[in-house]
């Protein structure tokens, strides 16, 4: 049995330490905001904080997961009390499919913890583990800097 | 405010009088072959408008358009439209959500429709009231009086007595563009984005029915692959959870875990062996191989029927210059961030599909050929295909497979709700390439340097084997099981369609005398289908590359050269813009030469949509590093202005990565590109300043935005590179190797000594 917190919930997981912590949030706990991309860390879909970190989930097994603070999407910001940064993404159309955009928005929001106003060469740091193939990364940096009071808008 | 309400009982259609090969009227966009206005609209919830569309949500945003046009005709706010997923059950049937169609057909069928409902709410009240129905406008979906002000109805009450189950007649013209308040300016959020910023269940992964079984596929490493090993006997240690299904060379592992299923067949995988495959061609040489590989070869356009001068080049004049030389892309991967995904239920001789393929109908063909052997296959009818979001696919990836794959495994359990997803892996290998292709182009100028003939000459694969158009169908399963049927070689569509291979080979230049020849193969070693704008990525990136080897040959200017042989308006309106507007291109302080060059490319996407200029800036080290890119372009009406922004940004980044990065590898024990790591796309560290300009034509039919940058970014990255190394680089991707050969004048390229 692996104890951890998922968002605000401590829970109680029964399975092997082998088992992804990605299948775990989705199976287990039916989240769908932490996406399936590759299965491997390369792209990001699968983006949560552990601890306050941006790892990726796909490839973290729950054996390693015991007394973690695991944090997806739907515990950083909801529809009716959004994230600043999930508010400047709406506003700026940041993305076009948005498969890979949980992730991304996780990995921001982890940033802004740690740094309440990066750089464009941070904030591009803090993406570059995000694979976006519709091609919106200008609109994520655009949406970023307004998020953080930067834009030059 | 409100536009006119013309109302007028005239039979045909204004504007609408040609006849179409059918017989019929031409009606606009998918109009004309979905002509009752309740396949589009309902009004069955109050102060909603539900819009039915056969065009579905790719990531390109056409919910959104297709909002603000109903919006727009209908004068309700957007938030009022509810466009609907399509479903075979209902709706128009619009073949398939491509080729930068969709607001061509769905959004002039829209305007149409709209048009028609409006004036029909407009004439019912007006009459009930005994009133002149100009008296009445419109505001926010009510019928005001023009007077007295008073509210008279509203569209809910005046078709609760109008039945739509009409045929369109046109008794309305959609609002004149001086009298539109939403389409190109109004800033609109977009529908889908909500759910995927907050991370809602929205994409078809995230369906989930009870007691919902799981499955992977183990297929063939490529199409000729042979099994060598017994399934069976390799997998007595399967999980007692898991079953083994197995139909000639198609196997699924099935369950109820989907983590146990896919650990499952991963083990199962790893231990089957399989047949190298010979036909794969040397992916060193795919110029050879295109030139010398079975085809069929046709002229697919030439400059006039009985023009003498467009023949091949051995019967060209004698005089002026000859020049050739030929440009080679590599097979290409869709590489969508999500995996293909799909649900199937097989119920008492009924059969749902759950899926994101761009052509439901077409799909439900393609099931319907694929199962006539089968005596227990639902009939068309009984088969509803319901679409759901998925990650972009940018053309015809797995879509379409995995649904058969849910379907082949449901049929083995009548009654449940099964799940197929591929693994990134088969997201990889599986799903069908944009072919490689080559193009050679030959021209002669005369004495005073205008260019008098031009061949174009393309070679590949066809670039459609989409669902539900062959004798055979092109679903993967279909090919591998026990009853297996060949899979259909792709074709090329007409060049009046947009062509294939051979789109926007014919120049936009002014030629007295072209010819463009194209040899589809008749051999598939690699899979490959439709992949985002199809031949005109190379095709334009060759005639722009080739237009700036002339120039530099007659030492002229290379946009000067290019004027002199335009016509087009519109064409010299984007490119006017572009280089006027520039950051970079009129900077004299700028490096050029010497690993620093800029480069221009444009098009006028299939010579009959969207045109598009752009400007690339690079420094080439042992790698390109592009620094900046920009674009004009010209869709005439703008709908949805960020949407049109969003789509050629996006264009121009994922043409980037193709250009510069991207190239399918394989070798005789199949393809070498199972991930990330060894086919790698753009980050987000590679990517360049962008900017996009704009040219809003309102009073002009509005053209799809989606496939019109990737041809000129592709010519415009190119000519920099080639201008910052002062040598032709002809072969893409611009990897550090393909730099190398370039150095090098690669023979079989045609390189540098061949040009003149």
Known sequence: MIELQ?????????????????????????????????????????????????????????????GCRVE????????????????????????????????VLTSVIGLLRANPSPSRAEIIAALDPHLCRCGAYIRMIRAVERAVGQSEN | ?????????????????????????KLPGSLHT??????????????????FTGKVELGQGILTALALIVAEELDLEP???????????????????????????????????????????????????????????????????????????????????????????????????????LLGSHSVARIDLPDKVFGHARFIHDLNFPSMRHARIIRPPTLSSELLSDPWAVSVDLPESVQ??????????????????????????????????????????????????????????????????????????????????????????????????????????RLDVWTHSQGIHNLRDDIVLALSQETDAPARDAIVIHHVEAAGCYGHNGADDVAFDAVLVARAFPGEVVRVRWSRADELTHSPFGSAQLARLEARVDDQGHITHWQHSVWANGYSSRPGRAKTPSLLAAAERSKSTSLPLPINPPLTAGGGADRNAVPGYRVPHFRVVNHRLTVMPLRTSAMRALGAFLNVMAIESFMDEIALALGEDRILFRRRHLQDPRALAVMDLL???????????????????????????????????????????????????????????????????????????????????????????GLRCSGWDNYPILRIHEIPRLSVHLIDRPDQSSLGAGEAAQGPVAAAIVNAVSEALGLRVRQLPLSPDNLLRAVHADPTMGGQGELE
Not at chain 1, 73 to 102: D, T
Not at chain 2, 110 to 124: F, K
Request: proline share 4%; charged share 20%.
């Open chain 1, 72 to 103: 997806t999407i739907e515990g950083l910001g909801n529809i009716e009390s959004p994230h600043p940064v999930q508010r400047a993404f709406l506003v700026e159309r940041a993305g076009q499919c948005g498969y890979c955009l949980s992730g």
């Open chain 2, 79 to 181: 938030e009022a439209v509810k466009v609907e997923p399509a479903t075979t059950s209902r709706g128009p049937d619009e073949a398939v959500t491509s080729g930068s169609l969709s607001i061509q057909d769905s959004g002039a069928a829209l305007h149409h429709v709209c048009a028609e409902v409006r004036a029909l709410a407009i004439e019912s009240t007006a009459l009930s009231l005994g009133l002149p129905a100009e008296r009445l406008i419109v505001q926010n979906g009510t019928f005001v009086d023009s007077i007295s002000k008073a509210v008279l109805g509203d569209y809910w009450t005046a078709l609760a007595q109008e039945n739509l189950d009409r045929e369109y007649v046109g008794l309305a013209s959609p609002k004149p563009a001086e009298f539109r308040r």
């Open chain 2, 34 to 51: 979905n002509r009752k206005l309740c396949q589009w609209l309902s009004f069955d919830v109050p102060s909603v408008v539900r819009v």
């Open chain 2, 244 to 349: 083994l299904m197995v139909d000639g060379q198609f196997m699924a592992i099935v369950g109820l875990s989907e983590h146990i299923v896919e650990t499952a067949a991963e083990r199962l995988a790893k231990r089957l062996q399989w047949t190298e495959d010979l036909s794969l061609p040397d992916s060193g040489n795919l110029a050879y191989f295109l030139q010398n590989a079975p085809c069929e070869t046709s002229i697919s356009a030439q400059s006039a029927e009985n023009d003498a001068g467009s023949t091949g080049p051995e019967s060209w004049p004698e005089g002026g210059r000859r020049f050739k030389a030929a440009y080679l892309k590599p097979y290409l991967a869709h590489a969508s961030i999500g995996l293909s995904c799909a649900i199937a239920r097989w119920s008492d001789g």
């Open chain 2, 1 to 25: 405010m409100s536009a006119q309400n013309t109302i007028s009982s005239v039979a045909v259609p204004r504007g609408f009088s040609v006849n179409h090969s059918d017989g019929r009227l």
């Open chain 2, 579 to 669: 280089l006027n507007r520039s950051t970079f291109w009129n900077d004299e302080n700028l490096p050029r030469g010497d690993g620093h060059g800029q480069g221009f490319g444009w098009a006028r996407y299939k010579n009959t949509g969207a045109w598009c200029a752009a400007i690339a800036r690079v420094e080439v080290t042992d790698h390109v590093r592009v620094l900046d890119i920009e674009l004009a372009v010209d869709v005439g009406a703008v709908v949805d202005r960020d949407g049109v922004l969003n789509q050629i940004e996006g264009g121009a980044i994922q043409s980037m990565s193709w250009t510069i990065k991207e190239q399918v590898q394989f070798d005789s024990r």
């Open chain 1, 6 to 66: 998922v968002n605000s919930e401590v829970c109680q997981v029964d399975c092997e330490d082998s088992t992804p912590l990605l299948v775990t949030l989705r199976e287990t706990l039916g989240l769908s905001g932490p996406r399936f991309g590759c299965g491997q860390g390369e792209c990001g879909a699968c983006m949560v904080l552990i601890d306050g970190k941006p790892e990726t989930s796909c490839n973290r097994p729950m054996g390693s997961l015991q």
